[in-house]
């Protein structure tokens, strides 16, 4: 499978400021993922990162508060814009290698907003 | 109700003793379904990979899938205590419907020595 490496593993950060995270993976592949895993919760798709055009986001999630970015079949930036302490969380970057395989995770990024 | 339904536990069990996890769902369009295991400070690692009913086997790890009543489960034998973790079932309908998984909450499990 895919190695998947995101950065910055952890931060924290000042409430009204933005973090970008990106997502590196080692080889082309298909699709991008962005999830949320709240503390003690389980995953939530934030948006499917589409190479060279905009991310579909779903319900709850908007790109203004999101944008995120995907300039090739490798790599991919998530933002968290304007943040507060309610975004807390862990943000994943997940991938899948082709049509029929299933996702693969990289181990997340935590973020701490004070 | 949510779409996909997990004991969160924690289950607790003695080393060398089987671990049955199971979820169950409400959305008949899922054909996919997979089992994810997450260490503390660490991404979802993918353990079983299943497409519609049946079983399937590796090594330890078994999945089973009944889409008749909505419910797969997935044993772990001759339990570790490094299979101490949380155990995420996840799940997606066909891929012209789009890669969204539905995730359960997770069913957190420890293996005493």
């Known amino acids: 499978s895919a190695v998947i490496s995101q950065k910055p593993s952890r931060d924290i950060c000042q409430r009204g400021t933005s973090l970008t995270i990106q997502c590196q993976v080692d080889?082309?592949?298909?699709?991008m993922f962005w999830y949320r895993q709240q503390p003690g919760q389980s995953l939530t798709l934030i948006a499917t990162a589409n190479q060279g055009s905009e991310a579909t986001y779903e319900s709850g999630f908007v790109i203004d508060k999101f944008p995120i970015s995907r300039p090739n079949l490798t790599f991919s930036t998530l933002t968290v814009s304007n943040m507060s302490p309610e975004d807390s969380s862990i943000y994943l970057c997940?991938?899948?290698?082709?049509?029929?395989?299933?996702?693969?995770f990289g181990d997340g990024t935590r973020l701490s907003i004070l | 109700q949510k779409e996909v339904e997990q004991d969160p536990g924690p289950l607790s069990v003695p080393e060398g003793a089987i671990v049955s996890l199971n979820c169950t769902y409400s959305n008949s369009a899922f054909q996919y379904f997979m089992w994810y295991r997450q260490y503390s400070r660490k991404g979802p690692e993918l353990l079983m990979y299943t497409y519609s009913s049946g079983n399937k086997e590796d090594g330890r790890f078994t999945a089973q899938v009944d889409k008749s009543s909505k419910y797969i489960s997935l044993f772990i034998r001759d339990s570790q205590p490094s299979d101490s973790a949380t155990y995420l079932c996840?799940?997606?309908?066909?891929?012209?419907?789009?890669?969204?998984?539905?995730f359960g909450g997770g069913t957190r499990v420890l293996v005493k020595p």
């Open positions: 080889s082309q592949v298909t699709m």
């Open positions: 996840a799940m997606s309908a066909p891929k012209a419907a789009g890669n969204k998984l539905t």
């Open positions: 997940s991938v899948e290698v082709s049509g029929d395989q299933p996702q693969h």
